[in-house]
């Protein structure tokens, strides 16, 4: 028996889940769908994104809806365009097979009038962004004088982006004896004012400790010089073959700059924010979902209704102003179950913000060195020969098989391997070579780290390489909590644990190695053996008394200073800059740089950003110490 007709939902509705593929209903669809289809209430519903809110409220409001009247009877008001669309075609999915049930998006970038005539013919349920909504209310093109419910959704984002004005203006528009649903991920001041203001005795439903962080995400920075953020951020993404990221920046400048720049170094990148047309959004959200694009560069308002499946990392390419905007970033990834990872990258004088995310989110943050040359130059030769491995061969190169063993006569099965990893492997270690060692720590950090699990504290370690990772459903607490157990290792003698796809590396001291060797090489996952090699990379990397690894300093192949947009032709939309279609971990060497190059990537010739802000107005939990004003709304 379906666990969704437990809940008490209708035939029509268990026939679309079904053809939805769910099969068990999230925390919050378990708590929210009984207690809303069992009487009209109010409701404050608290779960972080990627939780299942859309279903919580919208299979109970399409069972409550009269098919048959044709009259508004919902108003679902939600902050963007691109989330505003998504619960449209949810809603529509979930009534498939309720007949004369009609759901109309409104929201702005698209034709007032035409939304005003798909309303007119007869809409029972609107989904709408706020200042749309009250420019229609104010022209009299839509009438919710009537509704029997109205659903605030992300409400904690909406208020964030300045609508408060406009959503009590549109409650107040409303009858007093609707049913209102309220759905947050955080519960600041002014939410918390709004539910006072026009809900009577709600029902409050908590998926998890109030502002709290996904369980299934592990929260990670790296601390760096601030000249350095660039690089480190092209480290991460090497570090990461199989990245598949959003990168978060505070301004419109900088996200369109950032984007730049990794196109511009070969990596599969495109921006997203608010001066880009909609058929530009639309077209980048498209590339995005297809995974032809890796490296999502994003403001905070412009990423609000992403929902992509298997988003891998959030990159905080600058943290934000608030708070609860980092639970917003973190709830990109980790979703349905699945685990993700959330980094940071910061300087020095931003790591007390560290400690202030700690402390609402409820969860700690690991330390972590931005990566060697060496690690980089390791993890990208595995991921390849992973690759290689993994890959099925498309029986039409046998034909062309004769032609290449002529050319690849007389080569050994040793010399053919070596030269065939090489043609990646070359431009990684040319590169990185020559190229400074740009991780830094704080002191009052690697006090705690020398006293806490020992992730840095790696001199005379050995480091090993694991044949499991990602794939196998660990990251690195699990894993570093498996081998424990299967190892029987103290709470410190695991450390420096590094998962990726289809392996890891993991660090302990040099005692324990012929336990490590002995029990792994033994050991069987799901049918699958383990295999645990001693890496040849010394541990991570030795460092002084500074906290620096060894290697020479040099300034890298590309321009310094600030990231300057570079001009575009006037063409429309996203083009690639290759002749191929990008690919994962690829890289390319006819550039006319030392750097290593990835392939695809996508570029912008929208409009930039004259100096344009996308910081939220000053909210309840705040980095800032002074008030900043409301900044003006934007749909």
């Not at 990602?470 to 290792?489: A, G």
Request: charge should be neutral; include cysteine.
């Amino acid at each position: 028996m379906n666990k969704f007709e437990q809940l008490g939902l209708n035939e029509s509705l268990l026939k679309a889940i079904l053809d939805l593929g769910f099969e068990n209903p999230s925390e919050v669809q378990e708590k929210a769908i009984p207690l809303l289809l069992e009487k009209d209430t109010d409701m404050v519903a608290l779960a972080q994104t990627g939780t299942g809110k859309t279903a919580a409220f919208g299979f109970p409001l399409i069972q409550k809806i009269d098919a048959d009247n044709k009259n508004t009877q919902a108003l679902v008001l939600s902050p963007t365009r691109e989330l505003c669309l998504q619960i449209t075609n949810e809603l529509k999915n979930y009534s498939k097979y309720e007949k004369g049930i009609n759901v109309v998006a409104v929201y702005g970038g698209a034709s007032i009038t035409e939304q005003a005539r798909d309303i007119k013919r007869g809409a029972q349920i609107i989904v709408a962004t706020p200042g749309r909504m009250q420019d229609m209310i104010n022209r009299g093109l839509v009438n919710i004088k009537n509704i029997d419910y109205c659903i605030l959704d992300e409400a904690d984002e909406m208020l964030n982006m300045g609508f408060y004005e406009d959503i009590v203006s549109i409650l107040s528009d409303t009858p007093d004896q609707k049913s209102t649903w309220l759905f947050s991920a955080t519960m600041p001041q002014e939410v918390a004012r709004i539910a006072k203001q026009f809900m009577s005795e709600p029902v409050e439903i908590t998926v998890g400790a109030k502002n709290s962080g996904s369980a299934t995400v592990s929260h990670e920075f790296y601390l760096v010089n601030a000249r350095d953020r660039y690089e480190a951020l092209k480290r991460l993404a090497d570090a990461n073959p199989d990245i598949f990221s959003v990168v978060f920046c505070r301004t419109k400048r900088d996200t369109q700059a950032v984007a730049e720049k990794l196109i511009e170094d070969g990596y599969s990148a495109a921006a997203l924010h608010g001066d880009l047309s909609q058929a530009q959004r639309d077209g980048v959200m498209k590339s995005f979902r297809g995974r032809q694009i890796q490296m999502l560069v994003a403001t905070d308002v412009a990423a609000r209704g992403i929902d992509v499946d298997n988003i891998t990392h959030v990159v905080n390419y600058q943290l934000p102003d608030e708070i609860e905007t980092y639970n917003h970033r973190s709830g990109r990834t980790g979703r349905a179950g699945k685990l993700g990872t959330s980094i940071v990258i910061v300087t020095k004088s931003e790591l007390r913000k560290i400690s202030s995310i700690e402390r609402i989110i409820k969860q700690k943050f690991e330390e972590k060195p931005i990566p060697s040359g060496i690690e980089i130059c390791e993890i990208q030769l595995l991921h390849l020969a992973n690759k290689i491995k993994d890959t099925e061969v498309d029986h039409e190169i046998d034909n062309y098989l004769p032609a290449i063993n002529n050319v690849l006569e007389g080569l050994s099965k040793e010399e053919l391997i070596k030269k065939m990893v090489s043609v990646e492997f070359n431009r990684f270690i040319a590169y990185y070579k020559k190229n400074r060692d740009i991780s830094t720590q704080s002191g009052e950090r690697r006090e705690r780290n020398d006293s806490e699990p020992r992730e840095f504290n790696n001199n005379g370690a050995v480091r090993y390489f694991v044949n499991i990772g990602s794939r196998d459903n660990f990251d690195w607490m699990s894993l570093k909590d498996y081998l424990k157990e299967t190892l029987d290792l103290g709470r410190d003698d695991v450390f420096k644990v590094d998962v990726k796809e289809g392996f890891s590396f993991f660090n302990t001291d040099p005692e324990h190695t012929e336990k490590v060797m002995e029990v792994l090489n033994n050991v069987q996952l799901e049918g699958r053996r383990i295999n645990v090699e001693i890496s040849k990379n010394d541990g991570g990397g030795r460092r002084d008394h500074n906290g620096r690894s060894g290697g020479g300093r040099s300034s890298g192949p590309r321009r310094e200073g600030s990231f300057a947009p570079r001009r575009e032709g006037s063409g429309g939309g996203f083009r690639s800059d290759r002749n191929s279609a990008p690919r994962e971990g690829g890289f390319r060497s006819d550039r006319n740089s030392s750097a290593p190059k990835r392939e695809g990537g996508f570029r912008s010739s929208a409009p930039r950003s004259e100096g344009g802000s996308d910081r939220a107005p000053r909210r309840s939990e705040s980095f800032g110490d002074s008030p900043r004003p409301r900044r003006p709304r934007r749909d």
